[in-house]
């Protein structure tokens, strides 16, 4: 074996115990709130068949799919056909097409969406699954851009009733109230609308060209936006239709009246108005005996997201106590299975951006003290008559089910502390002489520095209730 | 989008609600195990630089490892070597080393490996840790083997202590009982004793062929071990010296007698049954006050393993109460991270077989009934009314931390019904008019089929401590 200096592929990382205890609190945080909705959890492999992802995400989006080398004789292939037809040409892009057929999981809606197809007659639907795993793109890595990082997705399949899309705001407030956030919007618009509002413009075709500029409001402003609508090909005669409606003030109940007078001769964007008010009735009623979270709920038109698949509600949250781009967003897409040929299965989902409410809960201190812990006893080793004397001692506290440790050798006792620290272990027990003589132990709080002689029973209640 | 055909690579598997929470079931038993004897989580990234992971495995491990193509351009670097370098030969090999440097992790041990070498500033030794990930292998695919399965590892480094070896053990027979496995044995075994026998008997070079035949006693008997021991290059004379050590009979402590009398001459194999002994000693200083379990360690002088990397203590945990192959198994090994540049630490570390034990729960019938519920109660519903009056409800529910559903349509109550039954709900509340006017409503219990007439107050308190 040759000496190799380690290191990590570009935009991936190690996670260590700390970190570890955060992520795990996060993710169970939204679990736990996924399952108390009715949502069950499923996994995918994170090899793909290449032609079940290709196509799926744009050609950019292509690109970006990590593709997995066949294993074995992968080259033979290419060797036979160099072999048997003098014209292949042996190139790099027609070895690559033998070579490989797997590539990693991109996202976990394709994923789900080949699940849901391959098992339509095991499944009873409507099918709410949730999935937590890791996809990997090969993004040019930044801060907080990685090449492999982890998904956090609910979805339900086969039902079209507007309850699911009211029981997302309502897992998504629960979880992120959960979680500890106080101040964040939960954005929601629908497809519908915007297509509307394209229809009343007379620009149906410009659909697209119409909900990128003005998905920027927030960034550029109204004369930012009127400039590329005029670059995209908008006259000055459309902007001055759009602009009461992107420029719609109000409650949400204030902006839904003016929608229905600007969208009165659409029917699509009547019925995105509809639908949005038929959401808020079913929060307004699944939470009346409760608590009022509606305040946290904004009709935002020029909410966009990603328009290739949504066809109805779609969902952004951001909070308002970080500088932070979106942590969860989803929507409605009437025909996801399509792809794989399964029609007219209409489905809504959202996700949660993990990586950020990370660096969120990170910068509001806001993980709890039992994210930050594992062990919660060390048992100090001064030598070998100590060390036996501790060792039924430490099994005693384990089947208290306390997390017990004793540290494996009668190193300095500066070094021992110093371990405890830094494991962040918040109790450790001294047994030296004195304490074997007596049976009474020494329990030092390595916090306050306080010490105290006490019997092995009172010490397992005291640590059962710290 | 063209319509695909969905599939799976070979090899790969999804898994369905029910298996999710049979799986979650096994690793969280197994965490919280490791948990309690101070073990903390960590997680590296799915891709490893090729470099890492090459030449760590031997030669057929090599073959096995799933290459990553580079991303972007990756056909450029090839095409710029070929107009630069005339006689750079434009094959498929040439090409394959300029177009992946990545690939995915095989195993979690040499990634943990990399993780102390590059984080050795940081932590603080000895450094307890578990991992549970997927790993991945380019395996001919057969029953019970996968290309994608996880690991489930602990590990100590940087302690040479045999308290560790001891933890271990327990932390077998812990996770192992709480499963519901009540007849199972630990095996442990020594290298230096192999190491010793070997030089006993002269053929100290001749160890690996030695073990790899003794290895098989199990299967093939003393005839087969005797007949293979030849063809490997050992005399008659050899194999006489040989038999009364592999044949080794009786007690933990009168093997331990017997070998200390064959391995008299041979101080690395005195060395080997010290150890032992004091494993077992600490073992049984542990379990003084509590229980017996010392009935199910086993020294099985023909357990060799994968005698690459192991240089102390060696264990393999069987179950039999099923025919199986091993669950579990692992060992000391003196120089891990010396092949990234760190010599001279000590680890020694376990692993769970989890699909192995998952066949094993699954024919058992083990999988305690909680591991297969995940929503509590559907709500049915008749109708709208029905659905209105039942969304104060739905909420109230799960405000007492009560999974619940409304069936999110007026569907037919023999579809609803089925739709509890798939998802294996254990209760339905229906709501018709005679509940709305009373404000009594029916409770049914999917099991029994009883239905009572009761105050959602009730309900709640029946449901909590169903």
């Given at each position: 074996?040759?000496?190799?200096?380690?290191?990590?592929?570009k935009g991936?990382?190690?996670?260590?115990?700390?970190?570890?205890?955060?992520?795990?609190?996060?993710?169970?945080?939204?679990?736990?709130?996924?399952?108390?909705?009715?949502?069950?959890?499923?996994?995918?492999?994170?090899?793909?068949?290449?032609?079940?992802l290709?196509?799926?995400?744009?050609?950019?989006?292509?690109?970006?799919?990590?593709?997995?080398?066949?294993?074995?004789?992968?080259?033979?292939?290419?060797?036979?056909?160099?072999?048997?037809?003098?014209?292949?040409?042996?190139?790099?892009?027609?070895?690559?097409?033998?070579?490989?057929?797997?590539?990693?999981?991109?996202?976990?809606?394709?994923p789900?969406?080949?699940y849901?197809?391959?098992?339509?007659?095991?499944?009873?639907?409507?099918?709410?699954?949730?999935?937590?795993?890791?996809?990997?793109?090969?993004?040019?890595?930044?801060?907080?851009?990685?090449?492999?990082f982890?998904?956090c997705?609910?979805?339900?399949?086969?039902s079209?009733?507007?309850?699911?899309?009211?029981?997302?705001?309502?897992?998504?407030?629960?979880a992120?109230?959960?979680?500890?956030?106080?101040?964040?919007?939960?954005?929601?618009?629908?497809?519908?609308?915007?297509?509307?509002?394209?229809?009343?413009?007379?620009?149906?075709?410009?659909?697209?060209?119409?909900?990128v500029?003005?998905?920027?409001?927030?960034?550029?402003?109204?004369e930012?936006?009127?400039?590329?609508?005029i670059?995209?090909?908008?006259?000055?005669?459309?902007?001055?239709?759009?602009?009461?409606?992107?420029?719609?003030?109000?409650?949400?109940?204030?902006?839904?009246?003016?929608?229905?007078?600007?969208?009165?001769?659409?029917e699509?964007?009547l019925?995105g108005?509809?639908?949005?008010?038929?959401?808020?009735?079913?929060?307004?009623?699944?939470?009346?005996?409760?608590?009022?979270?509606?305040?946290?709920?904004?009709?935002?038109?020029?909410?966009?997201?990603?328009?290739?698949?949504?066809?109805?509600?779609?969902?952004?949250?951001?909070?308002?106590?970080?500088?932070?781009?979106?942590?969860?967003?989803?929507?409605r897409?009437?025909?996801?299975?399509?792809?794989?040929?399964l029609k007219?299965?209409?489905?809504?989902?959202?996700?949660?951006?993990?990586?950020?409410i990370?660096?969120?809960?990170?910068?509001?201190n806001?993980?709890?003290?039992?994210?930050?812990?594992?062990?919660?006893?060390l048992?100090?080793?001064?030598?070998?008559?100590?060390?036996?004397?501790?060792?039924?001692?430490l099994?005693?506290?384990r089947?208290?089910?306390?997390?017990?440790?004793?540290y494996?050798?009668?190193?300095?006792?500066?070094?021992?502390?110093?371990?405890?620290?830094?494991?962040?272990?918040?109790?450790?027990?001294?047994?030296?002489?004195?304490?074997?003589?007596?049976?009474?132990?020494?329990?030092?709080?390595?916090?306050?520095?306080?010490?105290?002689k006490?019997?092995?029973?009172?010490?397992?209640?005291?640590?059962?209730?710290?």
């Open positions: 074996m040759s000496i190799t200096k380690p290191s990590l592929p991936t990382r190690d996670f260590s115990p700390q970190e570890m205890v955060k992520r795990n609190y996060i993710f169970d945080t939204i679990k736990t709130v996924f399952k108390k909705y009715g949502y069950a959890e499923i996994q995918t492999p994170s090899m793909e068949n290449l032609q079940t290709t196509g799926k995400y744009g050609d950019e989006g292509d690109k970006l799919i990590f593709k997995v080398l066949n294993s074995g004789d992968y080259l033979k292939e290419a060797e036979r056909r160099k072999t048997k037809d003098q014209s292949f040409e042996y190139n790099a892009k027609n070895l690559l097409t033998l070579i490989s057929e797997k590539a990693l999981r991109y996202d976990l809606t394709v789900f969406a080949r849901v197809v391959m098992h339509q007659s095991e499944i009873s639907f409507p099918f709410k699954r949730f999935q937590v795993q890791p996809v990997w793109r090969a993004d040019r890595p930044q801060k907080g851009r990685y090449r492999e982890y998904q997705d609910a979805d339900v399949v086969g079209p009733s507007l309850l699911n899309e009211a029981e997302f705001i309502l897992i998504y407030h629960e992120l109230t959960n979680l500890g956030l106080k101040d964040f919007n939960i954005k929601i618009n629908n497809r519908k609308i915007l297509s509307g509002i394209a229809e009343i413009i007379g620009k149906p075709e410009l659909i697209v060209d119409m909900t500029a003005i998905d920027k409001l927030d960034k550029i402003g109204f930012g936006v009127t400039k590329e609508l670059e995209r090909g908008f006259t000055n005669e459309d902007i001055q239709k759009l602009e009461p409606v992107i420029m719609l003030k109000g409650s949400n109940d204030e902006k839904l009246e003016s929608l229905k007078n600007v969208l009165a001769n659409s699509i964007g019925k108005v509809a639908e949005i008010e038929r959401v808020f009735d079913y929060v307004a009623k699944l939470t009346s005996s409760i608590s009022h979270l509606t305040s946290s709920i904004e009709l935002d038109i020029t909410l966009a997201r990603g328009l290739n698949y949504y066809t109805g509600c779609i969902f952004e949250v951001k909070t308002n106590e970080v500088a932070m781009g979106s942590i969860g967003g989803g929507g897409y009437d025909d996801l299975t399509g792809m794989f040929g007219d299965l209409t489905g809504v989902g959202i996700s949660f951006g993990a990586d950020r990370y660096d969120v809960l990170e910068e509001l806001l993980f709890p003290a039992s994210a930050a812990q594992g062990t919660k006893v048992i100090s080793n001064f030598d070998e008559a100590a060390e036996l004397y501790a060792l039924p001692i099994q005693q506290l089947t208290a089910n306390i997390s017990a440790e004793l494996p050798s009668s190193a300095k006792l500066k070094k021992q502390m110093s371990y405890a620290d830094d494991k962040n272990i918040p109790f450790v027990i001294l047994i030296g002489g004195d304490e074997i003589e007596s049976g009474l132990l020494t329990l030092k709080n390595m916090h306050s520095g306080n010490q105290q006490l019997d092995i029973t009172t010490i397992i209640t005291q640590l059962k209730q710290a």
